[in-house]
Each structure stands twice: as structure tokens, then as C-alpha cells.
């Protein structure tokens, strides 16, 4: 009987915010792949007896895939271990498109992003009411090339909270685009180093002083940035921007409305 490959989401650095399944499938597996210079050694510190703990980050993408191949087809249970959520930027599709070719079946298990595992040091939330509502996932073009209409000047113009990953080294860059597109200077930006890692290092800046900033403090790899309005560390302290959703004068199925000073609830 053939087994079966799984793309399991490590999470972001902290063993504990693997999932459960993830973990339990690790805990099963007869190989396991990870990618060492991202994943914690404590994720894969539980193993069946037999099993094969290997890392990946010295491995090209054909000795990636022979391995899951020759394990899967010997009947084994292979699970492939990426840093936070395969699904962004986690170049599973190449793998997927070579194990289809094998005939060998495979699954997700997402796990959790190092954008979520930021903003959750920072303590943001990063879609505030009526400040923005919208948030764009993406990364600073280098020598990997970004398609057409997504060059980093023309995603900032709408003014979304901004998450770029694999950013860090090209700062200067980010920041000539961000006022390309008419981001001022005092514009809040939070960059996480290693998010949720015992050694994370947490720099809230702006525009105008990140790239320095992040020079300063040598913050070049295995950061977050993150960048808008709703970075704002003021708006912890602010009740400005409020949600509908637990207002008493706002209806939803869950509630009824109360009625306001002047007598007329909003409904829902």
C-alpha cells in the first residue's frame, strides 16, 4: 500500500504553535523532511523509533522529492515540515508538481504565519475599523522579480496594512516605494526579527526611520515588516476605532439592538 505525503506548517518559531494535527503526524511519520534553518529541533524532537529526521536546507528540490517519492512508495508517511504556513511563500508548488508526476498523494496542513505570529508580539490588530479594513500580503522585489502590477509602490497606494516578508535586506528599497507612493514619512511600521523565538527582536519605527534603524540594530534576515496605520502602538490606548460587532446599538442575529440616546437602534 502507498503512503502519503504531508506539508505540515510548522508555525512561526515557538514549538507550540504547531497544530495538533500537524504535531501528531510528525509524531508518526516514517521520514521526516524540515527545513532546519527555519524550523525549531523541538518540533521534531518527538519521533516514532525507526523514523528518519532529516534537514532540508542543504538539499536541492530533486533530492527533496526522491526522498518523499522512495518513502511513499515503500508505504511510509512522510511529513514535509516548512516554517509557519506552507502556503506563503513556502515553494511547495514545485514539490506538489514532481510528486504528481510520481503519483503520490499528498495534503496541507497550514499552519501558523509568522505575519500573525507578529502581530501577535506587537499586540496589533492589523484590520482596524473605519482605518482600514484591507491587508495585502507581499514582498519587496530583489532577485526574485514580482509579476506586473505588483511592484511594491503600486500595492502601497491603497493605503492597506502592508505585510512583506523576505524584506529585511532590501529596506532601502522599501522604503523609496513606500513614498513613491505617497506614504509619509511619520507612517507606522513594526518589524519583527524571528517572531515568537527565543531571541526575537522587536523594532517599532516609521517610514522615514526604519531602514536606518534596522542597520542599526543589524536586522537583515528572518524579519517581518510590517507596515500602515493600524501599526499605530497609540491605538492601544484609543477608543476611537470601534467595531460594530459588539456595539449594543447594532443588531445581528446573535442580539438584539438597544436603543440609543435618541431612541433609534441602528438594526442589523
Not at 494535527?21 to 509524531?27: H, P, V
Amino acid at each position: 500500500m502507498q503512503g502519503k505525503v504531508y506539508f505540515i506548517g510548522a508555525g512561526p518559531g515557538d514549538p507550540e504553535l504547531i497544530t495538533v494535527k500537524g504535531k501528531r503526524l510528525i509524531e508518526q511519520a516514517d521520514l521526516i523532511l524540515y527545513t532546519d534553518s527555519l524550523v525549531s529541533e523541538e518540533v521534531v524532537a518527538n519521533t516514532k523509533p525507526g523514523a528518519v529526521v532529516e534537514k532540508s536546507a542543504g538539499l536541492a528540490l530533486e533530492e527533496i522529492v526522491e526522498r518523499m517519492v522512495q518513502a511513499a512508495q515503500k508505504g511510509g508517511l512522510v511529513a514535509r515540515v516548512h516554517t509557519g504556513d506552507p502556503a506563503v511563500y513556502g515553494a511547495i508548488l514545485e514539490q506538489i508538481v514532481q510528486l504528481n508526476e510520481a503519483g503520490i498523494e499528498w495534503e496541507i496542513v497550514p499552519g501558523v504565519s509568522s505575519v500573525f505570529a507578529a502581530a501577535a508580539v506587537l499586540g496589533a490588530e492589523l484590520t482596524v475599523p473605519e482605518l482600514t479594513q484591507t491587508m495585502i500580503l507581499t514582498r519587496a522585489e530583489g532577485r526574485t522579480p514580482v509579476p506586473e502590477g505588483e511592484q511594491l509602490r503600486d500595492l502601497a497606494k491603497h493605503g492597506a496594512t502592508l505585510a512583506l516578508f523576505l524584506s529585511a535586506s532590501l529596506i532601502d528599497k522599501v522604503v523609496s516605494e513606500l513614498r513613491e507612493a505617497g506614504w509619509s514619512d511619520d507612517t507606522p511600521v513594526a518589524v519583527v526579527q524571528k517572531a515568537t523565538w527565543p531571541d526575537q527582536m522587536v523594532l517599532r519605527s516609521t517610514v522615514g526611520k526604519v531602514a536606518s534603524e534596522m542597520k542599526r540594530l543589524g536586522i537583515r534576515s528572518h524579519a517581518m515588516v510590517l507596515a500602515g496605520r493600524a501599526l499605530d502602538p497609540k491605538l492601544q490606548w484609543s477608543r476611537e476605532h470601534q467595531s460594530k460587532l459588539y456595539d449594543k446599538t447594532f443588531a445581528h442575529r446573535y442580539r438584539r439592538a438597544v436603543a440609543d440616546t435618541d431612541g433609534k437602534g441602528e438594526g442589523g
